[in-house]
């Protein structure tokens, strides 16, 4: 099923109404202030999340998995779903594909359907943590940092063949996320492992184009549960170095052990230009994946507040590369990208409603308790007319869940595709 | 220096007009649903947060502590400290003694200086985890559950002076903090010690006067780096109901391990009855004692609401004590607490917000995603001006940080007091 | 394949001459003490772990899983295979049966291959954590605290038939882990959800044959990702009071917050009587399942201390059910077992060790110096002698892992079974 | 008091007996590995510990500090407390001073005193977490890292100072601890205090002599509790890099967050030459600093595996400095440092017995079984004889706490020192 502006601008006339008013009431608030809440309307809008080809299908866990109806069945349903989802909230336009799970087959019948939608090809993801039915070789016991160098080859060779593939659909980027490690003790020597690695990344960086970039993911468990090679952002920085100016480190929001302090990284990487892509999620314990903004929105505030910054004060760093990377395991998965997406916009908007002139004065005069009701200030305001507006602008629904539900997409898509279909993924 | 009405109002009315029409817009925004702001803002006004003794000076780490300049040098200044904040926000109209460190010489004159402020005397605080300069026992091993019984009986028979000192004021509870454990393996026999604890309890609460309740506090870990008798909330509950109906259990934001679910703790002692008291404050790493909101708001908001509908659906459950028990390094204490406060009344805010129909609709329905629309449409709710009226209903400054620089506090504190004073406590 | 004893004596005959002298050293070491080497030897050649039926193939997580040649397809090669296991150690003389993952079609069959190995049947498992494929309920939002009655109902029955079965084949103990909790803020109600697993645990009780016991296993987090219904020990606790005597608490060494004392908990729960069975296994950052030992050594043998101080001190707590619940992702399942059944008789060794008279005049005396001096000296002590004398005693191979891997035993299994297989389990 | 070589000898030659036939035992054990037990005797006996001048006193906790009697009053009696150490155990033959807390009055004085003990100046560490009575400016808001210049500075000079007393002394490093952080989100800039603290890190390593290491420190939290500026290896070492080729990160155990697998940090830094010093301590919470390998040995013992592998295979990272940076509670000072000294010593020659040459093997056939085996197989033996042999050949105590007793040495401090005594530190 395709959306049309028609179908969502009866939606939109019921609630204009209410959200003019209400975007009447931020304008006042925030009169005495040198601030555009026309500009900002328009970098919520323009603002641009990629959603990976996986994330269109009920998640699971090792216990097991809770099928979803109407799940995509192929890699051109999954593009319509996608399509779906941009045309209600004008924010996804972008695909992240996985190879080899959304190997697309027909190149040119896959690049004309998502360009029908509005989609862009973000990041390649490569897949070197399973074993495919056909594999002449084993990643067990790791891929690029295996000790046996035929297994690296075999690895960095699909890294090439990710890299083909994403040239011909338009990306131009390749994210890199070894899941490469040791469940005990001596079973690597680590010093082997992390020079293997870099030695994998720069002959995978050396056939990378020229108008690529490399992001190299870091994690620091799961699925190994004793050591991971790139195990935290030290390391990824260190990989992007030794590779050269096209490699930056990729933060995934999960990735990381109990009470890391994000934002700081964040706002390192960026001093040091080197901050490349950003997946979002969110988590009470590990790598929980669950929806943006759903356990610790405040944390993903204050993270944008150094995306903002850097944004605006580190020209060296490069544009970045945004991504939802969540699973959804008991929720519809569009309903759940739907709300991932209202919680970063939520997150940006307030992030570009700090005075960050009043900060910067605050902060000079070590008057904390100030600098704190700065921030919490933006926090604190309803940011949601502001992302209202944006939509509107770009001809998204207004109210995308709503409009999701009114519409009975997913009923729908039951109806087309039944209730036994599995998307590929996780 | 005594704030007066006078102080107030010529703030209050330039807050006046602005906080006028931002609560209007909240009326017509919730209109349709049947919801009393009115009866919100009553509650707001009407709820009460205890002041600890301890907290109106500078506190420091283990690596040293900075001065803070007009630091209260007795009880008498620390109420008129208490005094000042409840002028300002009409909700903290209680203190929580903590002896010895606060002791009252003059019982009278404290009584009637705590009257002058409309302070009362909530939950006095035993200490048996330092020794004072004349203590004829110590508590370096322990004290309620230490192997030697004399040192039992030393810290039991000081738990019975606090109980007697807080007769005289007026107070109706005992909060035992018990920092008992050992830093190292095999240095307690955890089940002697447990089984000491409890007696030692049960002696105490033998003497409690029958209007007064017991709250056990809990926490994993420091001072002792190894273990803790009372190291969470089942051991406490399970020492209060070895107690006796009047003996609570308390909860202390900051002592949990990493990721613990607080919220859930709390609806689990509020559905059996057993819930005392609630400490407020905030954390990132362990019991960093922060600012109550600075760290993460939204699990604030998720206990008060598990705290909100005990109220409204546990009758098993008694009133709740509730205390800020937070540390100020580099803040002003004062103004710490103002914001302390405003977090508390926001996140009650929100909580009350809440659809709890529709929610109670939503979860019969296994509707996840509808679930967490409810509890964040209220969280998202710019809740501010509710807090302004409830002040303006009670008398207090609608701006209280605001109104507390303004009126130069902190200056006339240092000018009455110097800079050299050290209030007691950590 | 079978072990007989003609295959290890020769073996075992090896191994003797240097061992003699290894036990004959220790003898020597400890001829000061009064403590009786051979009855150190005849409790560790006297204790048995429970191998649960899911144990014996490749384990995997959501990121996929790596396949194991020669795992066993049926429950009967299941037996087999714990039947090595058994006949190597002589520690392993007891499984237990996870249901539906491995009913048994022909009990009296299935029970004659058991007797054969010289198995028992330990406590039966129910799973309600998963739809099977003629579900006539979803346990997608959860079994026995589901907010729909007929699915609580639904896994009440469960759990019944799951007695039945174990009746035929003579368990006398059910465990019930319950996964139910929500991904989400908002989804569950905690208090309804409480009373439901409460009130449907008490029905499952209802139905349990009086020499049985029922095991109450608790989990922060994994499967479900922000709440979990039984999320600590004092919830579980709590629960089996509420069900009567013979329920009990389940530990599972790797279902704890980071930084948990567990040997503490271990311990409270001994005091009150209420420790049921034990679950072994080690872990780094989560539930991370892997190999007992393999991380925490020293952590084991304090709860192993507990564990031993409370079977000699605490007649109030019945007799414990142990079990090995680990997943063998990388390594031969039935290596890993040995290695774990190793690492528990090792930390038991030690354990009996450790000078409880001195200890406890350690304690009296705060000399926490020497009470660690004591626990470390057991912990230091290399025990392996003693466990090879215990299966010297017992008719196992004196050292299980190189038997094992001089017959061949997995180059058999993938002979007879060959490499496509796959267990039933994680 | 002063140990002389006749206290030691008539309580070694009782000790000897038992212990020669304890390593005769090990020495049969390993004849079949090509190992030199002399060798590992021989390492064990040279490996120095410098003990931190700030050790020698009890530690407290932000609840307090119970006091030890005899402790030092002076940095000539600190001189003498290691002195006893190192005649103990001739391991600690090394002091890591402090300034300002034991700056040296006479420097020709102090340094004799030092080499009547045989004791060198290790790394020296300077102090800007703390306001010193006389500053002239202060570090409440940060030092190095401060918005102010001439903050900056004032630390810069400071640390310049300790340089100087260094090379008086005949130090040959310098460590820089920077507690710079933040308590709020806002407080700081997070790139403004990266910024500042290279700039000042760049100019203090300017006036480093040829001759002399820098060392920087990083910890994740505490004293400041929402971010701290050099938080993890990975900043550390980034500023390392800029600052030159004698600039190092410095570990210390205690300084991460919950679950950080150090050893792999180890095995990083060492391949990257970038590995300068080491802390021991332990911990199970936070920064606990307890005794070395009280909680945790077999991380020790895995550190150590890292580090013995480093230091034969990575010629391009420098010797390491060694220290101990415990706190002392609730033990004797010394008894501590001797069973910290004692933890290190076992994990040390427990890495020393790990078959590198099987391991390397195992690890190219992917053998995780035996990798594990062959790690455990060195840890589970009772290295201790290895210890004695070691003390006996360099002329300390064969069992240094039994001489520490038995010679009454903490008796006689308290006799020559009084009860009254504190030691400038923690």
Redesign the interface.
């Given at each position: 099923m395709k959306i049309t502006t028609d179908h969502l601008s009866d939606l939109n006339e019921k609630q204009e109404v209410s959200y003019t008013?209400?975007l009447q009431?931020l304008r006042?608030?925030f009169s005495n202030r040198k601030l555009s809440l026309d500009e900002i309307i328009k970098k919520l809008a323009d603002f641009q999340v990629a959603i990976p080809s996986w994330a269109l299908g009920a998640?699971?866990?090792?216990?097991?998995r809770?099928s979803y109806g109407g799940e995509p069945a192929s890699l051109e349903q999954k593009l319509d779903d996608i399509g779906i989802l941009h045309a209600l909230t004008k924010s996804a336009g972008a695909v992240s594909l996985h190879i080899p799970w959304d190997s697309p087959g027909d190149v040119k019948a896959v690049k004309e359907i998502a360009q029908s939608h509005g989609i862009v090809f973000d990041a390649m993801n490569s897949n070197t943590?399973?074993?495919q039915p056909d594999a002449k070789k084993?990643y067990?016991?790791g891929s690029l940092s295996n000790?046996d160098k035929a297994v690296r080859e075999y690895a960095i060779q699909h890294n090439h063949e990710v890299i083909k593939i994403g040239k011909e659909l338009g990306s131009k980027s390749l994210t890199v996320w070894l899941?490469d490690g040791?469940?005990?003790?001596?079973?690597?020597?680590?010093?082997?492992a992390?020079?293997n690695t870099e030695d994998s990344l720069n002959q995978i960086y050396g056939k990378l184009p020229q108008d690529w970039k490399m992001f190299i993911e870091y994690k620091?468990?799961?699925?190994n549960?004793?050591?991971t090679v790139i195990?935290?952002?030290?390391?990824s920085?260190?990989l992007a170095n030794a590779c050269g100016e096209r490699a930056y480190t990729l933060v995934d929001l999960g990735h990381h052990?109990?009470?890391?302090?994000i934002?700081?990284i964040v706002?390192?990487l960026?001093?040091?230009g080197k901050l490349g892509g950003f997946h979002f999620n969110d988590?009470?314990?590990?790598d929980?994946?669950?929806?943006v903004?759903?356990?610790?929105?405040?944390?993903l505030f204050?993270i944008f507040?150094?995306l903002v910054?850097g944004m605006e004060?580190?020209p060296q760093n490069p544009g970045l590369s945004w991504m939802i990377d969540a699973s959804h395991?008991?929720?519809?998965p569009l309903?759940?990208l739907i709300?991932s997406l209202e919680a970063i916009l939520?997150a940006y908007a307030q992030a570009l409603l700090v005075d960050q002139k009043a900060?910067?004065e605050?902060?000079?005069e070590?008057d904390?308790?100030r600098?704190?009701?700065?921030?919490?200030d933006a926090?604190?305001?309803?940011v949601?007319p502001l992302l209202k507006a944006a939509r509107e602008k770009s001809g998204a629904a207004i109210d995308p869940?709503q409009a999701y539900r009114h519409l009975g997409i997913r009923k729908n898509l039951i109806k087309e595709r039944g209730t036994k279909t599995k998307a590929t993924g996780?």
């Open positions: 008013s209400e009431f006042n608030k998640g699971g866990t090792r216990f097991g809770f943590f399973q074993n084993t067990k016991f000790t899941a040791a469940n005990f003790p001596g079973q690597n020597n680590f010093q082997t992390l020079q620091p468990y799961e699925p549960f004793y050591s195990q935290d952002w030290g390391t920085f260190m052990l109990p009470n890391t302090n934002e700081q706002a390192t960026m001093l040091k988590s009470k314990y590990g929980d994946d669950v929806t903004g759903s356990i610790k929105p405040y944390a204050l507040n150094e910054y004060n580190n395991n008991t929720k519809d309903e759940d709300q939520i900060l910067k605050a902060q000079a070590n904390v308790v600098c704190q009701e700065i921030l919490q926090y604190r305001t309803d949601r869940l996780l």
